[in-house]
């Protein structure tokens, strides 16, 4: 084999060797990443949760944790339907602006 083939194989595999090396620095990067922002949003739950358990000084029995989980869960209810109607509400009025747009455009 020539000399100038073994340099440009040599070379080739170099080039093989660093792309390859650089992918697997990436992939570490961004796992490291992924995980400092678990690692944070770990963190601030954990705060949360003390800051409400701060402030419900007043729920130290399991009875009021869970009348507190119930009536958190009826207001989220709530609020989802009342997004839910305002939704119904605004797709009925677009329809009745495509219908009266219609309408116009008829006569």
Known sequence: MKNSTKIKAGL???SLACAAGATA???????????EV???AELRAMDEL??????????DDCACAEECAAAC??????????????EAD?????????AQDEEETEE
């Open 12 to 14: 080739l595999l170099t």
């Open 25 to 35: 620095a990436l992939v570490l990067l961004q796992k490291k990443r992924e995980e």
């Open 38 to 40: 678990y690692h944070e």
């Open 50 to 59: 003390e800051e409400m358990m701060r402030a419900e000084a007043d729920c």
């Open 73 to 86: 869960a009826e207001e989220c209810a709530a609020g989802a339907d009342e997004a839910a109607r305002q």
């Open 90 to 98: 605004t797709q009925s009025d677009e329809s009745g602006e495509d």
